[in-house]
């Protein structure tokens, strides 16, 4: 009976141990897409250098940048029905929220705004992958808001990508946005999240 029990604690511990993510269950079609602001898109380099490029060498996957400099939550909302889920994508990366915190935009506000994001993708029966930023340098709004997000709505999450990079200036071509250098730490922080994922759908093996 003992035997019994402990087998059963260690099926339970490594099935606490596997993440599930919604709508990761079957192989999905179409492109990769992510919705971000000047992060996504790069300031003062290349096209090429954008850790979403640097993602897609990688990886292997076409990857479709919607970025756009200074955009936040509320002004990308209405992007999700005009130019993400026309392209029927396979799988959305969200970054987006700092414009939300140099905007002073209420975090409620912008946690509103990622959820309903989140929940038009969902109701497509297409997968959501999260990327964090920080809600300020010294003050953090954001404290816990992406974390939450991601464990309600069962999505892959990556927290506070420029971890590491907003202090270090080697890192950045201002004081925000990072260089070249500073795009190959990011791709390294979200490289392993977004490659589970995409072996989960069938886009990489």
Not at 11 to 20: D, H, V, W
Not at 148 to 170: E, F, Q, R, T
Not at 181 to 195: M, N, S, W, Y
């Amino acid at each position: 009976m003992a035997s019994v029990c402990c087998v059963l604690a260690v099926l339970l511990f490594l099935s606490g141990c596997s993440k599930t993510y919604k709508h990761t269950d079957s192989k999905k079609e179409g492109p990769v897409v992510i919705l971000g602001d000047s992060l996504s898109e790069g300031v003062d380099i290349k096209t090429d250098e954008t850790f979403v490029a640097v993602l897609s060498r990688r990886l292997g996957v076409d990857i479709v940048n919607l970025g756009r400099k200074g955009i936040t939550t509320g002004e990308s909302l209405p992007r999700i029905d005009k130019e993400v889920l026309p392209l029927k994508p396979a799988l959305v990366i969200i970054e987006l929220g700092g414009n939300d915190a140099l905007q002073d935009v209420e975090p409620d506000v912008t946690q509103k705004n990622l959820q309903t994001m989140i929940d038009k993708v969902h109701a497509t029966s297409t997968p959501v992958l999260l990327l964090g930023v920080r809600g300020g340098v010294f003050n953090d709004k954001f404290e816990n808001m992406f974390e939450d997000l991601a464990s309600s709505n069962d999505i892959a999450y990556v927290p506070d990508i420029l971890a590491g990079i907003l202090k270090n200036p080697g890192l950045k071509v201002d004081t925000i946005h990072p260089n070249a250098k500073g795009h190959e730490v990011l791709a390294d922080r979200v490289e392993p999240t977004l490659r589970d994922v995409l072996k989960r759908i069938g886009k990489i093996h």
